[in-house]
């Protein structure tokens, strides 16, 4: 970014709160991230800046500035290394540490095995290794049909690198709650219950997608998560909104996903208006 000392490139760290109640807020936590050289690991650039306070009346804004002596130039040159192949890495810590004015569930940091290597569940990425709670799974995954939980999982190898949106579905699969609004969106969320068999997570997130079907906004995309994630729940609560159905509020629906029973229930709620 351009400067008075010329173009170089400086970071940032903005921290916010996503409940709109929120009026006022502290959070503390612990501050890290490392420009990667692609070229020679050992000349990353790491800027650790330790337990740092972030608030909504700071008037410059809740935000850590940080200028580098990496100027356009040398980060254009791939023999300088930190830009390759149009490429650049960089790697974040973020610790939240404590919380002022709203309520934060307990943090989990997924990067650290349980205690007790009977309970580790690791899902191992082309980058890194996320744990889970066995005992936190098998609250969400029964074993069928035999009702009992599962004892013995297999290490899951996922291929591609975290995103951090499986963190992110981890969170609600440890009680965190279920926004609409999340990093990658509540598809994400519905993807990973899928391919977990956690369908309890997949049941808590249409609680809160039929209380964000009041709101008119990207309404067809919202019951085609309902269809395609089968929950039926979802599509009834949509039918039992609608004064009336016409040709329109049919189109663009997933009909080829669309369950018997969901089927069903289109039929005869079309019937009674």
Same mark, same amino acid.
């Given at each position: #970014? ?34 990667h050289n692609l070229n020679d690991e050992q000349n990353s650039v790491e800027y650790d800046?330790?337990? $740092? ?29 930190? $830009? ?23 943090? $989990?940091n997924y990067r650290v095995p349980p205690a007790d290597p009977f309970y580790k569940q ?45 963190? +992110? ?10 926004? #609409? ?40 995309? $919202? ?19 609608? +004064? ?11 009909? +080829? ?17």
């Amino acid at each position: #970014m351009p400067d008075a000392m010329g173009d170089h490139l400086y970071l940032a760290v903005y921290c916010g709160v996503l409940c709109p109640e929120v009026k006022e807020w502290r959070i503390k936590a612990n501050v890290k991230f490392v420009l990667h050289n692609l070229n020679d690991e050992q000349n990353s650039v790491e800027y650790d800046y330790g337990d $740092v306070w972030f608030d909504n009346n700071n008037r410059e804004m809740p935000v850590i500035y940080q200028h580098t002596n990496i100027s356009l130039d040398s980060l254009l040159d791939e023999n300088f290394g930190y $830009v390759k192949d149009n490429k650049m890495r960089m790697g974040t810590d973020i610790r939240v540490l404590e919380v002022e004015g709203f309520h934060q569930p307990t943090v $989990v940091n997924y990067r650290v095995p349980p205690a007790d290597p009977f309970y580790k569940q690791l899902c191992k990425f082309s980058d890194a290794e996320i744990y889970i709670n066995k005992t936190v799974m098998n609250t969400h995954w029964i074993l069928r049909p035999y009702n009992r939980p599962i004892r013995d999982f297999l290490d899951l190898d996922i291929p591609r690198p975290s995103t951090g949106t499986l963190e +992110e579905f981890l969170d609600c699969a440890y009680g965190y709650p279920i926004q #609409m609004v999340t990093r990658a969106g509540i598809r994400d969320i519905l993807r990973s219950a899928k391919f977990f068999k956690m369908r309890s997570v997949a049941q808590r997130a249409a609680l809160t997608i039929i209380h964000d079907l009041k709101f008119q906004k990207d309404l067809k995309q $919202v019951i085609n998560l309902g269809i395609e994630f089968s929950m039926r729940r979802v599509v009834h609560a949509w039918l039992n909104r609608m +004064e009336s159905i016409s040709k329109k509020d049919l189109e663009d629906l997933n009909i +080829e996903k669309v369950s018997g029973e969901v089927m069903k229930a289109i039929v005869k709620r079309i019937f009674e208006l």
